[in-house]
């Protein structure tokens, strides 16, 4: 059972460890950040080298215990590694953040199948990997958890040149929602928040000139999202305030999919 507490809008992650997998940049370090800002205990975890440099700075700045754990999901070795590391250090698990993320764009007719691969097992096995652990730490706590996952405006509407990412996605969607079925008589909430294109490293990467500019047309609010606007989305899903909402995929596109 998920159970019901007190709603008073504080959004309150106070006492509660929270990993944020793939959270030595982009929009893993503004939820690392909203989540330390919101009293968490915080973990960086990602396959980057300067998840120890990013925890330190959040520590600094927001005055809460955070620890950085070099971590690639496409390696159960690695993941079960970072788990221990967490525990070593926090002693449990209450939120995962995970959103690693991977993007490579070619047209369907083109792109090699070693392609295709790479993104699923990065974007949809590698999540799973980590979620799998993770519930099953959680569900031996016996405190519930929640897991939010980011997935992607890819997930209602067909984009050029997205083949692979899209279907590492859809796939996201489906285990959001199954996990979320089997996982909530042990109290644990698990849902995605799909963003329209964002300012990020990926984000720039997959949207320049004519396209960025297209794009940007065909967006109602006119603009991309800043990282910190999908990082409130995750925070709400990740602290009581959301505990009535599970296998949802909460859209954050200014608009986007409307049509
Ligand atoms: N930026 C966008 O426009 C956009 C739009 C929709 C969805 N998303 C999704 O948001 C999430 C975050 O992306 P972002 O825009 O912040 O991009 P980003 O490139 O800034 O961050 C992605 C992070 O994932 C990490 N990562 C990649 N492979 C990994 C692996 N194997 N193991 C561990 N960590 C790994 C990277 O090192 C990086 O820090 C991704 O899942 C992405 O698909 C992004």
């Known amino acids: 059972m998920i159970q019901y ?7 309150s992650l106070e006492g509660k460890v929270a990993v944020v997998v793939g959270g030595a940049g982009g929009i893993g370090e503004a ?7 919101k009293g968490a205990k915080v973990v960086i975890a990602d396959c980057k080298d300067n998840c120890p440099e990013v925890a330190a700075d959040i520590a600094r700045e927001y005055g809460v215990q955070t620890t950085g754990i070099k971590c690639d999901v496409t390696s159960q070795e690695s993941v079960d590694t970072m788990i221990t590391g967490v525990l070593e250090t926090f002693g449990e698990i209450n939120v995962l953040a995970c959103m690693p993320g991977f993007v490579d ?11 295709v691969e790479k993104h699923i097992a990065i974007n949809a096995v590698g999540v799973f990997r980590v979620c799998q652990a993770v519930a099953n730490q959680m569900i031996r706590q016996g405190k519930g958890g929640k897991i939010v996952c980011i997935t992607s405006q890819a997930d209602f509407i067909a984009i050029n040149k997205h083949v692979g990412y899209t279907m590492s996605k859809a796939a996201l969607v489906g285990m959001i929602k199954v996990c979320a079925l089997e996982w909530a008589e042990y109290g644990i ?29 065909k967006i109602p609010a006119h603009r991309f999202a ?18 009535m909402i599970t296998g949802e995929d909460l859209v954050v596109d200014g608009g ?3 049509y």
Not at 5 to 11: I, P, S
Not at 200 to 211: D, I, L, N, P, S
Not at 226 to 243: M, P, Y
Request: with cysteine; glycine share 6%; proline share 1%.
């Open 105 to 115: 764009l070619y047209r369907a007719t083109d792109i090699e199948i070693s392609n």
């Open 5 to 11: 507490e007190k709603v008073n809008g504080d959004f």
């Open 189 to 217: 909430n698990v849902n995605g928040v799909a963003p329209t294109v964002v300012n990020t490293y990926m984000g720039e990467r997959a949207w320049q000139g004519k396209v960025k500019t297209d794009m940007i047309e």
């Open 31 to 37: 939820t690392a950040r909203m989540y330390a800002r």
């Open 256 to 258: 986007f999919t409307i």
């Open 226 to 243: 800043e990282t910190d606007e999908i990082a409130a989305a995750v925070l709400f899903l990740s602290c009581s305030e959301s505990n």
